[in-house]
């Protein structure tokens, strides 16, 4: 599978942001889907995760209650919402597809996410 995200840019703080990582080659209503970031200097870590078969949603707690994770299965797409962003949001984002079976996970190439203050 491809994936390509997109929606990155620079925001004030306080602003919003919607990031889309379109899916291709492959059966994506059979992927579990995550963002994670990764801060110049920080290891990448995890955002949000959305699960295939259900849609339950897991967040970081550093972005639960302002990101919100959804996906749109009939555009072979996910997507972050991102409110009220803080300078500390300030990363590279990844989309990626997560096969837990095999504890591996494909990432997409990153897109930029710079939060003024």
């Known amino acids: 599978v491809q994936l390509q995200a997109s929606g990155g840019g620079l925001v004030q703080a306080g602003g919003s942001l919607r990031l889309s990582c379109a899916a291709s080659?492959?059966?994506?209503?059979?992927?579990?889907m995550g963002w994670f970031r990764q801060a110049p200097g920080k290891e990448r870590a995890f955002v949000a995760l959305i699960r295939r078969n259900d849609g339950n949603t897991y967040y970081a707690n550093s972005v639960k209650g302002r990101f919100t994770i959804g996906r749109d299965n009939a555009k072979n797409t996910v997507y972050l919402q991102m409110n009220r962003l803080e300078s500390e949001d300030t990363a590279t984002y990844y989309c990626?597809?997560?096969?837990?079976?095999?504890?591996?996970?494909?990432w997409g190439q990153g897109t930029q996410v710079t939060v003024s203050s």
């Open positions: 990626s597809a997560i096969y837990f079976g095999r504890s591996y996970i494909h």
């Open positions: 080659g492959g059966t994506f209503s059979g992927l579990d």
